[in-house]
């Protein structure tokens, strides 16, 4: 089991920019691919952006692919989400997901989440 901890959050205008952080603890963290997902009221959970445990293989989904940057640190168990360019839509609350691969992570273990709000 992993424990999953986001911080970083916040208000913030429109082109502004936030980075997000997961802390993780647990069994064999630096073994996990992680991730980010999001999810705005009244909409479906959604995929943002994915690593792998060594950090060389990364997804990200259409809508945040140039603006957003994921990353690890395994020596301090922790992943991050730069996010540059924000736009109100993206504007939710973001989960750091940590699982098997990337393709598995809504499987895994989940975070509490983080409120990201960009205003127009």
Not at 1 to 18: A, D, I, M
Not at 20 to 25: E, I, P, R, T, Y
Not at 37 to 61: C, D, K, L, M
């Given at each position: ?18 980075r ?6 647990g ?59 924000l ?31 960009v205003?127009?």
């Open positions: 089991q992993v424990q999953l901890v986001e911080s970083g959050g916040g208000l913030v205008q429109t082109g502004g920019s936030l997000l952080s997961c802390a993780a603890s069994r064999t963290t630096s073994t996990y691919a992680m991730g980010w997902f999001r999810q705005a009221p009244g909409t479906e959970r959604e995929f943002v952006a994915g690593i792998s445990w060594s950090g060389g293989n990364t997804h990200y989904a259409d809508a945040v692919k140039g603006r957003f940057t994921i990353s690890r640190d395994n020596a301090a168990n922790t992943v991050y989400l730069q996010m540059n360019s736009k109100p839509e993206d504007t939710a609350n973001y989960y750091c997901a940590a699982g098997s691969s990337i393709a598995t992570l809504t499987l895994g273990s989940w975070g509490q989440g983080t409120q990201v709000t205003s127009s």
